[in-house]
C-alpha cells in the first residue's frame, strides 16, 4: 500500500472566500476513504481540483509514482491517467441497452481495452462489466427504465470498465432504496480491493457500512481522520455537526 494522491497545502478561494484552505491529505492505492463534512465544507470543490476543473491558487497534488503533479496538467490528461469521477446524479444513455452503454465505455480512448478492444469478445467483456455491478441479467434493457440506484451502478459499472487507479463518487446513496444502499457498498468496497476510492456521502449509515477511514472536512481544510467512531468523537466534529 503506497500513497497514489497527495494533497499538499492546497488553498483554492473564490473571489475572497476560502472554498479550501490549506488542505492536505493522502489516499493509498488501494484504499476505500469516504469525506464527510457540512454543506459548504469544500467536498466538490476538492474532486473539482483533483480532475483539473478548477486550478488551485497555492499547494500541490501529485499523483502516481512519478509524483505527476495534477494542477499542471488538463482534465483530459487526468482522465487518461487513471482518474475517474462519478457525479452525484446517474448520467448513462438513456435510449441504449445497458450493454451497449457498457460497450461504449469498454471502447472508450482512456480504456486500457480500447486497443484490444476489436480482438476480445466485445459481448462478453460487457457481460463481466455488467457482472461486477449486478446488472448481468439487464443487458438487454435500455438504461432508461432502469431504477435509479440501477443506473448509478451502471455509471459505476462503466467507469470501473475504464479501469481507474483512482475513482471518485460523490454522493452514491442519494436517494437510494436501502437494500440499493447495501449493494452499493458492496461494490464500492470491491471495487477498492484494486484501487484508491474515494466517496463523498452524507449519509452516516452509508459511510458507516463502508468501514473504511473517513476524512472530516470543514472550512476546507481536513478537521479529523480516522475511523468513523474516531472522527464522530472528536470535539471539533462534534462542535461542527451539532454547531455547539
Ligand atoms: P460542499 O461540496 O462541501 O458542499 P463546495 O465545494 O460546493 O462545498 O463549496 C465550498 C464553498 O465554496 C461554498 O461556500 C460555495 O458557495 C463556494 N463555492 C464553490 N464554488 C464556487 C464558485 N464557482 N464561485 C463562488 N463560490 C463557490
Redesign the pocket.
Known sequence: MSALLEVSGVSKS??S?K??DNLSFSVNEPELRAII??????????M?LVTGK?RPDTGSIRYGELSRDLTKMSEAQIARAGIGRKFQKPTVFEDQTVGENLTMALAAPRSPFAVLFRRVDARAAAREAAARVGLEDRMGTPAGILSHGQKQWLEIGMLLAQEPRLLLVDEPAAGMTSAERERTTEMLVEAAKTRAVVV?EHDMEFVRRLNCRVTV?HE?HALAEGSLDHVCADPRVIDVYLGR
Request: without cysteine.
Open positions: 473564490f473571489d472566500f472554498a479550501i463534512g457540512p454543506n459548504g465544507a469544500g467536498k466538490t470543490t476538492f473539482d478548477i463523498i472536512l476546507g
